[in-house]
């Protein structure tokens, strides 16, 4: 193994992340895959698992008992909200850096993990959309949100998704938040006549989740003033478009020594 070979844990290796993540880190020459970390299948290799490449890599079913085993230097999460939120802990506690892809992050969670990453001087990245044209959508919005600061935010996923609103589309209100004052949209004696009919709101600004079967990731950005709008959009098709997002977090992350929050924070 050269000097600069990153090992990497991967948790949740049957999901539809995990899978695309074993490709991409199994592929790229300078990563290794040391173990994978999986609520079933303990105690197997990962050839053992369905549609798995052939190789001999062991199956945990504890974080704890895989980090504390196993020689490791990055752990990608890419699980469901609650084990993403007990896996980084986990990671920064054992002197992993964590490259966390897994949605359902509070601000003030991201607050406290950035505290204890600072603390312990480890490097962290919590990246809610690992796809360029998602972290474009989101400065642009960002970028136009000084001048149309009336915005609604409407995300589409799949129905398979455990979490609402979209870890991008509070990321994308986060990014808003930073450079408009607090603003309360629509008439202010406007009613909801059916409760969460105007979305839930964040900082004033309005969030629609769809969920329907035959979607991937998609979103868009209405700015409204008088007399137009703008719509700002991002689909993902297929879920490759997230790897090189997930490959660069992976390399830079052994650079940092705190938390960052969004991948657009790291790229020049
Ligand atoms: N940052 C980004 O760019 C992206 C982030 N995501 C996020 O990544 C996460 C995963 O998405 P996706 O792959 O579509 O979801 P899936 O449901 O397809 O996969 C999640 C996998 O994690 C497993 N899992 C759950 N808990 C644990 C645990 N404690 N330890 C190990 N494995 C566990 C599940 O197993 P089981 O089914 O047995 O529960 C399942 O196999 C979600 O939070 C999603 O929002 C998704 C796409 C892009
Ligand atoms: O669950 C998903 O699929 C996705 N989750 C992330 C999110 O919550 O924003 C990223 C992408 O939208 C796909």
Request: proline residues 4%.
């Amino acid at each position: 193994m050269s000097e600069q070979t990153i090992r990497i844990i991967i948790a949740g290796p049957r999901g539809k992340m995990g899978k695309e993540a074993i490709k991409m880190v199994t592929s790229t020459e300078h990563f290794s895959l040391q173990a994978v970390v999986d609520t079933k299948n303990a105690g197997k290799k990962l050839s053992d698992l369905e549609d798995q490449p052939n190789l001999d890599i062991p199956v945990y079913d504890d974080m704890v008992a895989c980090v504390s085993e196993v020689e490791a230097d990055v752990l990608i999460d890419l699980t469901k909200p609650d084990s993403g939120k007990k896996h980084l802990q986990i990671a920064l506690e054992y002197g992993l850096r964590p490259v966390i892809g897994t949605t359902g992050f509070t601000d003030q969670e991201i607050a406290d993990y950035s505290r204890t990453a600072e603390e312990k001087e480890i490097g962290a990245v919590i990246a809610p959309n690992f796809a360029i044209g998602a972290i474009l959508m989101m400065k642009f919005s960002q970028m136009a949100a000084k001048y149309m600061p009336d915005i609604e935010i409407i995300e589409q996923h799949h129905d398979q998704k455990l979490d609402a609103p979209s870890g991008t589309a509070m990321k994308t209100a986060h990014m808003i938040k930073e450079v408009r004052s607090n603003k309360r949209q629509g008439h202010p004696d406007e009613t909801e006549d059916l409760q969460g009919a105007r979305g839930g709101e964040y900082d004033g600004i309005r969030i629609h989740s769809v969920r329907l079967p035959g979607r991937v990731a998609h979103q868009e950005v209405l700015l409204g003033t008088t007399g137009q709008t703008l719509s700002i959009k991002h689909d993902t098709i297929d879920r490759s478009a997230f790897m090189p997002g997930v490959k660069m977090a992976v390399e830079t992350v052994m650079k940092l020594d705190t938390l960052v929050y969004g991948l657009e924070n790291l790229m020049e």
